[in-house]
């Protein structure tokens, strides 16, 4: 192994247990060549198989090295003791129960090579966590405090020059306490000439265990807690001067490590002493910040730290059981396809239950409007509740989440800010938004295609500090669900349908990941089988129409497809398979543009020897892409092929009573398909928003019934 490596990753270990496979596949299936990084896993004294486990892959890969120790309580001096073993010229930190994207080590270290970085920040993905998604937007070849949100990045799974922590004496803080990767990260980014953001690819999946014994999601000490986060503060004050970039520093603590705290569900989940024991020590340590640190909040977060202010922890409760009843309500109004993108229009609104959450317009000032009692208002002053400015930045945007691994790529999306009345005068406002989003499969990955697999469609409002999710589908108009159809795009082209799940949500399978492209594929009652002048000969060079050299006749198939093409495909291919011998017959086919009742869609077409089919009945099959970029899925169609000289017969079916016994797939969103495809009548009772009442319910069927309660009891306030 060379003396001097271009990556070591140093991972922190205790007590993982079957936790670190991930994290080790991933350092195996590196690009970067294993003879130019190492993997130093620091063993902290694990009880467990895990020393064993890791002396094992030392033994079997020379880049693996293995350093144990006596547990030291935390993860800051096992990241110490990998800092200094390290021969890198770049250290990366890894917890051992996260992973690394495949090209993470090789993509960061030219990133940092090429832009001389101290500190390169991968794009983070969260599985069960949060990870910044704000600092991810953009590349920055060069970043700094006052140009980017680096604030928001404090976690150590980064790379940093080795020479520079060295230079700079920089260590994690040692022992068994919380935020040491705050201190020393805050500090690398005061050091640091230069640091680089790399978002075009996704390096770091930072993962919550499924017992969530993730150190991060233990009940915290808040006396040691806001001791330690106080440190931090420290480090902020001794490298900046008061004013505006102390002020805004602080303000990221106060934001994430004490507002959010106080706020909503997760106010209201902790016991009443344990409330009031970090409702104190959060007071207490708000008393060192200056009014232009809570001053750049949004108003609803400067509501909550007025209150923290002026020690109002019961009002506090009261205002998070309204917040906690806040929620992202979007409609999904059409989707279409255009030039091989797919186009999304959606509306999408914060609600405080069944109503709108509410502004008032007073004196040319827009004013947010909480439900405070008399008493607490006196508290809370106007400019607190001013919401002008943040009203006008408020923004909506759709995000594709990767099913697989929790990897996010944001949508082009324009939007328009509209504000209907709300309430009995005509100063009270509400804030909705409409946007249109556009999903190209070839360019939605920052610039390049998707991977395949499933993409859960999520529409995230900003607006006013909240930030809230929802999936897109479940509520949606008529035209939405009718122009719901696959497509064939891209180069190469790939299948990429949208299809609701199991809860009626939008999600895109690209590449076939499912089978939900055979949902509703052939429109019924239109495809033809005849004779057909063959592809490669004009009618009067075979001699008469319907025949091939040798006088066999040729048979046409057309089907016309609701999956939707731009230019004409002819990598497609259509296969019968014999239903008594399992022979298959397999021929080329061509998707051409057709339309259907005014809406775009394709026409399969597919040319087959008479000869080629023997008696019996035939189910049909389509490849709509070439054979390494899709399948071949059954569509509701048999060839029945007479035992004499006559032409053959084509049949439809039903698909939720054909032959093969298939139903539509549904999509369980836990990854796995399920056949149990919904009765027409209950779609009929879900567009309804539940109107038709349990009686009418339970008269769609023992099977339909089941699933219409359990609908009932999932129906949200104000549904449709």
């Keep these: 192994m060379a003396e001097e490596l271009k990556v070591s990753v140093v991972v922190p270990v205790y007590n993982p247990g079957r936790y670190i496979e991930d994290c080790i596949a991933s350092l195996l299936r590196q690009s970067l060549p294993a003879e130019e990084f190492e993997a130093i896993f620091v063993d902290d004294g694990s009880t467990d198989e895990t020393p064993d486990r890791l002396d094992a892959l030392a033994a079997e890969h020379p880049h693996m090295r293995v350093i144990h120790q006596e547990n030291s309580g935390w993860p800051g001096k096992p990241r110490n003791v990998g800092i200094d073993a390290a021969r890198g010229e770049y250290v990366q930190f890894v917890d051992n129960d996260d992973w690394l994207g495949d090209e993470a080590l090789e993509r960061l270290y030219a990133f940092a090579r090429e832009n001389d970085s101290d500190v390169v920040i991968g794009k983070m993905a969260g599985k069960g966590r949060g990870v910044p998604r704000e600092l991810f937007r953009r590349t920055y070849p060069k970043a700094t405090l006052s140009t980017a949100p680096l604030v928001d990045s404090l976690t150590p799974h980064k790379m940093f020059r080795k020479a520079f922590l060295d230079k700079n004496n920089l260590r994690f803080p040692e022992g068994r306490r919380r935020l040491e990767d705050h201190v020393f990260v805050t500090a690398a980014f005061f050091a640091a000439e230069t640091i680089s953001v790399l978002s075009d690819y996704v390096c770091y999946y930072h993962v919550r265990r499924e017992d969530s014994s993730n150190a991060g999601f233990q009940r915290l000490d808040p006396h040691a807690y806001f001791a330690n986060l106080n440190e931090a503060l420290d480090v902020v004050e001794a490298n900046t001067e008061p004013g505006r970039l102390r002020d805004s520093l602080y303000r990221r603590w106060l934001r994430v490590e004490m507002v959010e705290r106080l706020r ?141 691994n929790g990897a996010e790529h944001y949508l082009p999306v324009t939007f328009a800010a509209d504000r209907p009345a709300a309430g009995a005068g005509d100063s009270t406002f509400a804030l909705e938004l409409r946007a249109e989003a556009t999903l190209d499969a070839d360019t939605a990955a920052g610039g390049a295609p998707l991977e395949r697999g499933i993409w859960d469609v999520v529409v995230r409002i900003g607006s006013c500090g909240w930030r809230k999710d929802a999936r897109l589908g479940s509520v949606r108009t008529a035209r939405a669900g009718a122009h719901r159809v696959s497509a064939v795009a891209g180069a190469p082209p790939r299948v990429i349908t949208p299809y609701w799940t199991d809860k009626g949500n939008l999600s895109v399978d690209v590449a076939q990941r499912t089978t939900s492209v055979g949902n509703d594929l052939l429109i019924p009652g239109a495809s033809t089988l005849g004779l057909a002048v063959d592809f490669a000969d004009s009618a009067a060079s075979a001699g008469s129409a319907g025949t091939d050299r040798a006088g066999a006749p040729e048979l046409l198939l057309a089907m016309p497809l609701r999956t939707v093409v731009a230019n004409d495909i002819d990598v497609a291919a259509v296969q019968l398979l014999h239903e008594g011998s399992g022979v298959a017959v397999q021929v080329p086919g061509r998707l051409t543009p057709y339309v259907h009742d005014g809406m775009g869609c394709s026409r399969l077409s597919a040319q087959f020897s008479r000869d080629a089919l023997s008696a019996g009945r035939w189910s049909v099959r389509v490849r709509l892409v070439a054979a390494e970029q899709g399948t071949f899925v059954p569509l509701p169609v048999t060839v029945t092929v007479p035992a004499g000289a006559g032409l053959p017969a084509l049949n439809e079916f039903s ?64 549904g449709r």
Aim: charged share 30%; proline share 5%; net charge positive.
């Design 264 to 404: 909503g569900n997760k106010l209201l989940a902790a016991p009443a002493d344990y409330r009031r024991e970090l409702f104190d020590e959060i007071a207490d340590t708000c008393e060192r910040f200056g009014p232009g640190v809570a001053a750049g909040l949004p108003p609803s977060q400067r509501v909550v730290a007025a209150l923290i202010r002026a020690r109002r922890l019961d009002d506090l409760v009261r205002l998070a059981q309204w917040e906690s009843g806040i929620r992202n309500h979007v409609e999904l109004e059409d989707l279409a396809w255009h030039d091989g993108a797919l186009r999304m229009s959606l509306t999408s609104q914060l609600r405080a239950g069944r109503a709108p959450v509410t502004f008032r317009h007073a004196d040319g000032r827009d004013i947010l409007d909480p439900p405070l009692s008399a008493e607490t208002a006196q508290l809370v002053s106007a400019a607190e509740l001013d919401a002008t400015d943040r009203l006008a930045q408020s923004k909506v945007d759709v995000i594709l989440r990767s099913r697989d």
């Design 655 to 718: 698909r939720r009573s054909g032959a093969n016994g298939q139903a539509p797939f549904r999509d369980s969103e836990d990854g796995a398909g399920s056949a149990q495809g919904l009765r027409p009548e209950l779609l009929a009772w879900l567009r309804t928003g539940g109107r038709l009442g349990r009686r009418a319910a339970r008269q769609l069927g023992r099977r339909a019934g089941r699933v219409v309660a359990a609908r009932i009891r999932r129906v949200r306030p104000g």
